[in-house]
């Protein structure tokens, strides 16, 4: 197997990969970037930018259920299919990173899709759907693998169909019912957008919803969330699916 030899090599693109990567080749170093999944990372495909569309057609639909206490009268019919048209047009490409790609090549970069990892000092093994590729990496080998959704071990639940954020924000219909594991920003966020979407949404959580947060705050947004119809269920604990 021939070892190809560069300057650096960037595992993982998301945000901060995908930017070092590109100084380099800016830079006029011979650069390889190595990506599995999207270039880009969660935040333009699964988190910042798909969910503050979900969050603000949310608050749109909100704010027309206020108009009859503030400003005479209107009606608002939820519809999901606008919603999700748009992450998959305007915010993901359909989940395609072509232009990221794209991006990238145009600064001097080069791309290589697959699995990497360190095989050897200053050596990058490159698992791709038409074989391994090797790189020796004469400068630097910068490690930004980024992360997965966290599945708890609950008894069931592998067996069961189940969302994580990432099927949550490529949902192309609001279900009848959600059930919300954890009261973390991401999950409450969840929480709020679909039940303003018409799903009767129940919350789980072992001690308290935004448990990071100040306390008054917490509690303000579990009462707000409340008198919106969602249920939270505090100092519970999921034991089987």
């Known amino acids: 197997m021939s070892i190809e030899t ?11 990969g995908e930017d070092v990567a590109t100084r380099l080749a800016t830079a006029g170093l011979a650069v390889v970037g190595v990506e599995g999944r999207l270039v880009g990372g969660e935040c333009p495909y699964y988190a910042c930018v798909p969910t503050k569309m979900m969050v603000r057609a949310a608050e749109a639909l909100a704010e027309a259920g206020r108009v009859g206490a503030l400003a005479g009268s209107a009606q608002a019919q939820p519809d999901w299919r606008p919603v999700a048209a748009r992450i998959r047009d305007e915010a993901t490409d359909n989940w395609d990173d072509t232009v990221a ?39 630097a080998i ?21 969302w994580t954020n990432r099927e949550a924000v490529a949902a192309t219909a609001v279900p009848e019912s959600l059930i919300v594991l954890g009261g973390g920003p991401v999950g409450m966020e969840f929480a709020q957008i679909f039940s303003r979407f018409g799903a009767q949404v129940t919350v789980i959580v072992r001690h308290r919803i935004l448990p990071k947060e ?19 269920r505090s100092g519970v604990e999921a034991t089987r699916i």
């Open 142 to 162: 910068v490690l930004n693998p980024g992360t997965a959704p966290a599945v708890p071990p609950i008894e069931g639940l592998a067996e069961t169909p189940y």
């Open 101 to 139: 790609v794209e991006r990238f090549e145009k600064a001097g970069g080069r791309f290589v899709r697959g699995w990497g990892r360190i095989s050897a000092p200053g050596e990058v093994t490159v698992t791709t759907a038409d074989g391994p590729r090797v790189f020796r990496a004469d400068r």
């Open 6 to 16: 560069v300057d650096a090599v960037v595992i993982g693109m998301g945000p901060g």
């Open 214 to 232: 100040e306390p008054e705050a917490a509690d303000l947004v579990a009462e707000t969330l409340t008198a919106e119809g969602l249920s939270i």
